[in-house]
Structures are given as C-alpha cells and as structure tokens.
C-alpha cells in the first residue's frame, strides 16, 4: 500500500510512502503526476517529474492548483528488479500557499 504524505499547497513539498512485500526495498522509483479527475485513469495523467531518483519527496509546482497529485511507486530489489507499479492520488485538489 502507497500513501501521500505532506501539505497539498502549492510549493510544498510531499513524499510518497510504499510497503513492499516478498523482499527488501532496494531504492524504489518514484513519478509524479497531476490529474483532473479523483479517480486514477492513466490516461488523462500529465506529468510533473519524469525522475526516476530514488528520492520519493517531490515539490508541487504552482501548475499543479485545482489538480489532484499522483505518485507511480515502483518497488526496486537491492539486485535492480523492479516490481509491480502502484498508482496513488492523493485525497483532494492542491490548493494555493497563503501568503
């Protein structure tokens, strides 16, 4: 299970957590995304990183306001295998920082 963790402003920055099953975390892969929609369709996905880092904390950048954020975990073993991706979005719309 994968959840988004952080303040849903504008400029904030959130990280995304993930449980892997069947082995050891290696140094899984994370992609953020913005959506329109609160249900996931990989189809209407615009993207906002395309890193491949192994840093799972993004900061959300002014063009995602009104958009819901979501994160692709892919867990990676110690050896480079990858896993089966998961999509998570996060629970409402990003709003903009006061101030």
């Known amino acids: 299970m994968s959840n988004i963790i952080g303040d849903l402003r504008e400029?904030?920055?959130?990280?995304?957590t993930g449980t892997v099953?069947?082995?050891?975390d290696g140094?899984?892969?994370v992609q953020w995304y913005k959506s329109y929609?609160?249900?996931l369709d990989?189809?209407?996905?615009?993207?906002?990183?395309?890193?491949t880092a192994v840093a799972k904390a993004f900061r959300i950048p002014p063009g995602a306001i009104g958009c819901y954020?979501?994160?692709?975990f892919t867990p990676m073993s110690p050896d480079g295998r990858s896993g089966e991706?998961?999509?998570v979005i996060s629970d409402r719309t990003i709003?903009?920082?006061e101030g």
């Open 27 to 29: 140094s899984s892969r």
């Open 21 to 24: 099953t069947g082995g050891t």
């Open 37 to 39: 929609l609160s249900t």
């Open 85 to 87: 991706p998961t999509f």
């Open 11 to 16: 400029k904030a920055k959130v990280r995304v």
């Open 42 to 51: 990989e189809n209407n996905l615009a993207a906002l990183s395309t890193s």
């Open 95 to 97: 709003e903009c920082r």
């Open 69 to 72: 954020i979501v994160a692709k």
